[in-house]
């Protein structure tokens, strides 16, 4: 652990400071967090001092740390980032498309991949991935979906897959990898919830092991390391490493916690001296958890059965559960079980809960998780259990949360071009007007629920009344919208109809 141990030798040293951060070793920190955190942890927090290289342009300590995590993750080169896979996702975007090239990907992408069209000025070509009505739930693009778009499109500089998806979908990468070399573009994969990949047999393999040129991985989210340190990974020749570096360095905090970068080469070394162990038991539970949740009336446990295109292949660790079996919304059990059973999940949505299960959980975690779903399957939902609402009383069945009703669209095929590409709609002049007003008018916002960060809404689309919809009833349920200017969606800012600016 190069960085870490040079962290704690340099902490260790007993100098005058006259440098960042103000707190200087924790003697100017206010006395309840210090109280609550410790010295450690302010001795600890330290700038980018000579000995510990910097992160735009690492050398020493810092370029072995990221050479190691290379080597673990199965990539030729590895980028250290303080600000989490957003950034990552951002940086590999700018660093493939430039401004009015095209970039293939999905409809149902994070917010990030959004702020990354915005500061590139790349052309989206959004494609519909699969929709599971049964289970309201987005799959991955299929290969069959990418070929399409990308003979419309053939002039496409570079594609980027969600792999996994927020509920453990897993793309087919190694086939449409197999399209994107074959024309001599980059894949680029946001795999920021898939860290622990490739660890274990029983485990998906890695996007890079599949033929993807790019990975994007939350270190944070699976693995060990302190929240909002990430990684992105590089293999191959199809992305420009110095054109990754320029792009991590704009987006990226010029004032990195090293908190942060040690966590993250902290995390590097678990996994490359006990990964497979951790992740066997690891497995483990979440199999103990799946078997015993299964068996609760009900409810049931997402898997890809029968495997599909679009729903090929599931993570283990991630249980994406369905309460609607129960008369409940998503989002009140999510409310009543963290309010009645001290159990919280990692997604709420309009009809079931998504739990993750880590290297850090136990078996006294798995069991208090099945005894809190046990209890919520003996509960009659209602205004003052779910604190929210019940399913039958809100009409959500047929609403799609994540895909605007995706099984309406013609799924496999690439959506019609928006009027204005997002960041021409981000810089378009604007004005607010009563949502009824907004509608079929051009957005100037990115509004989303959040989680997973999936908008329904994006700039330079129409908003449709369908969208509008689903906005509001998820807000009654008790989701949160976030993007929009105004949080009680009375009004929306839209394009004006006079000018864009490039």
């Known amino acids: 652990m190069p960085l870490v141990q040079q962290l704690q030798r340099s902490q260790a040293r007993r100098v005058a400071r006259f440098h960042t951060p103000g707190h200087q070793g924790g003697q100017g920190s206010g006395l309840p967090l210090k109280t609550a955190w410790g010295e450690a942890v302010w001795q600890w927090d330290l700038p980018e001092l000579p000995e510990l290289g910097s992160l735009l342009d690492p050398d020493g300590v810092m370029a072995e740390a990221q050479a190691l995590a290379a080597q673990t993750f199965g990539a030729d080169r590895t980028w250290f980032l303080a600000n989490g896979s957003t950034l990552g996702v951002m940086a590999a975007i700018v660093a493939t498309c430039a401004p009015g090239s095209k970039l293939v990907l999905p409809r149902s992408v994070h917010r990030s991949a959004i702020a990354g069209l915005i500061v590139s000025g790349a052309v989206p070509i959004f494609v519909n991935p699969p929709y599971d009505a049964d289970w309201d739930l987005p799959g991955t693009l299929t290969p069959q979906a990418v070929a399409a778009a990308l003979a419309e499109h053939p002039d496409v500089a570079a594609v980027l897959l969600v792999s996994p998806t927020y509920q453990g979908v897993v793309a087919e990468v190694a086939a449409i990898a197999a399209l994107t070399q074959a024309r001599g573009i980059p894949l680029l994969v946001d795999e920021a919830h898939g860290a622990h990949f490739g660890f274990h047999p029983q485990l998906p393999p890695r996007a890079l092991s599949q033929g993807a040129d790019l990975a994007v991985q939350s270190t944070h989210k699976t693995l060990s390391a302190l ?195 997002p960041r021409q709609a981000f810089f378009a002049p604007g004005e607010t007007v009563p949502w009824q007003q907004g509608l079929h008018r051009l957005s100037a916002e990115l509004i989303c629920p959040y989680p997973p960060g999936i908008p329904l809404v994006l700039p330079g ?42």
């Open 227 to 421: 929240t909002q340190a990430a990684m992105v990974h590089m293999r191959g020749t199809r992305v420009d490493p110095q054109s990754l570096t320029r792009a991590v360095a704009l987006v990226q905090s010029t004032s990195p916690s090293y908190l942060l970068l040690a966590s993250l080469d902290a995390a590097r070394h678990q996994l490359a001296t006990q990964g497979q162990d951790l992740m066997a038991q690891t497995l483990a539970l979440a199999q103990i958890a799946c078997d015993r949740i299964g068996q609760i009336p009900g409810l049931r446990v997402w898997a890809p059965s029968p495997p599909r295109s679009g729903f090929r292949q599931g993570d283990p660790t991630r249980l994406t559960v369905d309460v609607s079996g129960l008369g409940w919304s998503g989002f009140a059990a999510d409310e009543w079980l963290d309010r009645s059973q001290g159990v919280i999940c990692e997604l709420p949505s309009l009809r079931h809960l998504t739990f993750m299960v880590t290297l850090g959980h136990t078996a006294d975690d798995i069991a208090s998780l099945v005894r809190g779903l046990e209890h919520l399957s003996r509960q009659h939902p209602s205004p003052s259990q779910g604190g929210s609402f019940a399913l039958e009383n809100l009409a959500l069945e047929n609403l799609a949360l994540e895909n605007l009703a995706l099984e309406n669209l013609a799924l496999g095929s690439p959506s019609p071009l928006a009027p204005l590409t």
């Open 461 to 502: 689309e129409p908003i449709t009344a369908m969208a509008w919809e689903q906005l509001q009833r998820v807000q009654a349920a008790g989701g949160v919208i976030t993007g929009c200017a105004d949080p009680s969606l009375m009004t929306v800012r839209v394009v004006r109809d006079s000018g864009v600016q490039s």
